[in-house]
């Protein structure tokens, strides 16, 4: 599912705790094919998330303008979604002393799209959380 992605996007991501802003993703394959990267930019701010198989299992990496890098593996999938969960311990994250990337979600992913909804929520120390969405539209 993934892999129906690969290429460029863009849209406006609609944020629960801030303004609306433009937002950029771009997928490819590296590593002979057995890595898929995405690169993103909100509004000028550039971020990168490395996704792999290891023995198995989809793991994503998501090196994040907030300053730490949440590890994440899957946590639920349909034929056209798959979700992300970051593993608080495997991470080294505080709930309690930092702000991350908590949840991610694909969906609408259906092969020869030219859409998918991009989702993501942020957990802040003051126990709320943040919800980010957007209409992904396919450039290239």
Not at 14 to 39: C, F, M, N, W
Not at 89 to 106: C, P, Y
Request: with cysteine; net charge negative.
């Amino acid at each position: 599912r993934m892999q129906n992605i690969l290429g460029k996007w863009e849209g406006t991501l609609i944020r629960s705790a801030q303004e609306d802003i433009p937002i950029t993703l771009e997928y490819k394959l590296i590593s002979d094919g057995s890595a898929l990267v995405e690169h993103s930019n909100e509004d000028g701010v550039e971020m990168m998330t490395a996704f792999a198989d290891q023995s198995g299992e989809l793991l994503a990496t998501h090196y994040c303008a907030l300053g730490n890098q949440p590890k994440m593996s899957i946590s639920g999938s349909t034929d056209s979604s798959i979700s992300f969960t970051t593993d608080r311990k495997l991470s080294g994250l505080s709930a309690s002393e930092e702000s991350f990337v908590d949840t991610w979600t694909f969906s609408d992913l259906r092969k020869g799209s030219d859409r998918f909804t991009y989702t993501y929520t942020v957990s802040n120390p003051d126990k709320t959380i943040e919800t980010n969405t957007a209409i992904m539209r396919r450039l290239q």
